[in-house]
């Protein structure tokens, strides 16, 4: 079974800076692409970013270009989301997940919630 | 970034019902899409890929059709556990693109 476990999540404030972690079980983390996504409370869902097998590729939405880093440890099994500069909009339950290439993102976590405030 | 919309943005149906929602891409996509349901406080759940690819473990109830910028998913005969939030999503190319969702809720 599939399995990704988010952590990492809490307050901080405008300015600061955030790292979630994924941990994958159940299939062959090496062998397929991960994705983070997020939903604002009471949202709509946004794609964040993604990375590749070894790490050769990153994309990213616009709005968080610049300040957020996707990475991964194949040897972990694990994905991670470096966030800093973070804003009152980046507010929001961050979803890691699984990116078969050539399809959509199949499977999620259960989300780890970021709130950014003073 | 491709927009992605849907309509209706909500809909009231009854257990038993035919749902039909529908998404529009602002540029073709091929059929580099998929839809998913949400249920309050879950993640959501992928149903359908490559516009009808049906995911594995999803009821046959679910089906989805279209290509190049317009695509449907329809609910045959609506079920209880059917009464969530729906979106579809674009992976055609970067920044993936979510449509802002339809609610199903009861009638």
């Known amino acids: 079974e599939v399995q990704l476990v988010e952590s990492g999540g809490g307050l901080v404030q405008p300015g600061g800076s955030l790292r979630l972690s994924c941990a994958a079980s159940?299939?062959?983390?090496?062998?397929?692409?991960m994705s983070w996504a997020r939903q604002a409370p009471g949202k709509g869902l946004e794609w964040v970013a993604n990375?590749?097998?070894?790490?050769?590729?990153?994309n990213y939405v616009d709005s968080v270009k610049g300040r957020f880093t996707i990475s991964r440890d194949n040897a972990k099994n694990s994905v991670y989301l470096q966030m800093n500069s973070l804003r009152v909009e980046d507010t929001a339950v961050y979803y890691c997940?699984?990116?078969?290439?050539?399809?959509?993102?199949?499977?999620w976590g259960q989300g780890t919630l970021v709130t950014v405030s003073s | 970034a491709i927009q992605m919309t849907q309509s209706p943005s909500s809909l009231s149906a009854s257990v038993g019902d035919r749902v039909t929602i529908t998404c529009r891409a602002s540029q073709v996509i091929r059929n580099d899409l998929g839809w998913y349901q949400q249920k309050p406080g879950k993640a959501p759940k992928l149903l359908i890929y490559s516009a009808s690819s049906l995911q594995s473990g999803v009821p046959s109830r679910f089906s989805g059709s279209g290509s190049a910028t317009d695509f449907t998913l329809t609910i045959t005969s609506l079920q209880p556990e059917d009464f969530a939030t729906y979106y579809c999503?674009?992976?055609?190319?970067?920044?993936?693109?979510f449509g802002p969702g339809t609610k199903v809720d009861i009638k």
């Open positions: 999503l674009q992976d055609y190319n970067y920044p993936f693109t």
């Open positions: 159940g299939f062959t983390f090496s062998s397929y692409w």
């Open positions: 990375i590749n097998l070894d790490e050769t590729e990153e």
């Open positions: 997940v699984r990116d078969p290439s050539g399809q959509p993102p199949d499977h």
